[in-house]
């Protein structure tokens, strides 16, 4: 667990000593190696193949696909995004084809082309649906699921199922079950006071890691019409304005859970906020508004970033950092 794998030029000084430089970031989260710990967050350019091929070229470590439900979403009505300060204010609503179009059409047609994992993020709102979900995801190539329990505006999906915590696990169990040799891991939300609880709760029922976290229920209020701007009304706040509370849930995850696989999204936006979050625990992390100021560049920067940092500190691997901000 949380071993990474490293691969070192070493060098010979002036003075004859040798050092040895980190070349890469490659870690191993449980059995599947990812060549470096920056991984495509849900919901960001993450629809169609030519998307993926997009961002797996721009240096990813793999790709987290858009949440899918059992059957087809509209999504909510028109505006979807709008600025907030320090970030973005999105209430898509869930769009998506439906869990058996989008494995059959999309993933099973890049699947073994790609040289990145693919993550499938799903949506359940019930058991049931996670029973029939798993029957789709079987044979489909993929081996890492992401259960959505925290979007923060669709009733009935995410927030709603980590707000009840039998049902919650009962997910759990019946993916890890079915998909036996998957990495389930559940994103979760910062809505909630009993984080200890609910990480005891999802880990006990089989999940391999938590993904710490979703966008935050916020609104946009248009003052001259005197109306909420986004559709739904209610909508995620993403970007840098979240970034100390993500960095908040993956610190505490670790005081409780140091053994186990933490990884964090939410405004990070430069190689910097990429350390504070391995400091405070993440073995891994996501990235997802950046790429709308900065574009997919954002992962070569973190990449390059984080290298530097780590030789420039005299770490031999990015292991040796994490969690290291619990030492004092
Ligand atoms: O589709 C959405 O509106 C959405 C989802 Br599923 C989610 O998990 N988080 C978010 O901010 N938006």
């Known amino acids: 667990m949380k071993k990474s794998l490293r691969k070192l030029e070493t060098k010979c000084t002036r003075n004859g000593s040798f050092l040895s430089d ?23 350019l993450d629809v169609t193949p030519s998307l993926f091929f997009r961002v797996a070229s721009s240096g990813a470590g793999a790709i987290v696909t ?34 058996k179009y989008f494995v059959n059409k999309y993933v099973k047609s890049i699947i073994d082309k790609i040289d990145i994992p693919i993550i499938l993020s799903i949506g359940p ?32 999906h995410g927030l709603t199922v980590l ?36 990480a005891e709760t999802i ?19 248009d003052i001259w019409s005197k109306k909420p701007i986004l559709g739904g009304i209610f909508g995620g706040l993403s ?17 409780y859970f140091p053994e186990k696989v933490i990884i964090g999204v939410g405004g990070i936006s430069s190689w910097r906020d990429a ?17 709308a100021f900065k574009d997919l560049n954002i992962f070569k920067e973190l990449n390059d970033g984080v290298i530097k940092y780590l030789n420039k500190e005299g770490y031999d691997s990015i292991n040796e950092i994490i969690g290291l901000a619990h030492r004092f």
């Open 275 to 291: 350390i504070e979050f391995f400091l405070a625990g993440a073995s891994a992390i996501q990235i997802g508004s950046v790429i």
């Open 125 to 156: 709102s019930s058991v049931k649906d996670v029973y029939e979900m798993s029957n789709i995801v079987l044979d489909s190539g993929l081996k890492w699921i992401e259960i959505n329990a925290s979007c923060p505006h669709v009733k009935g």
């Open 66 to 99: 858009k949440t899918v439900t059992l059957e087809e979403r509209k999504g909510f009505d028109n505006p979807v995004i709008t600025d907030a300060p320090c970030g973005l204010i999105n209430s898509m609503g869930l769009p998506n084809p439906g869990i």
């Open 163 to 198: 707000g009840d915590e039998s049902m919650l696990g009962e997910i759990i169990r019946v993916t890890k079950k079915k998909l036996s040799n998957f990495l389930i891991f559940v994103k979760i939300s910062a809505h909630i006071t009993n984080l200890a609880k609910i």
């Open 203 to 221: 880990f006990s029922s089989g999940a391999d890691g938590i993904v710490a976290i979703n966008t935050l229920r916020a609104i946009a209020i």
């Open 22 to 44: 980190i070349l890469s970031l490659e870690i191993n989260i449980e059995n599947i190696k990812l060549r470096n710990p920056f991984i495509l967050a849900s919901g960001i």
């Open 239 to 255: 970007g840098p304005a979240i970034k100390p509370v993500a960095l908040r849930c993956v610190y505490e995850l670790y005081q």
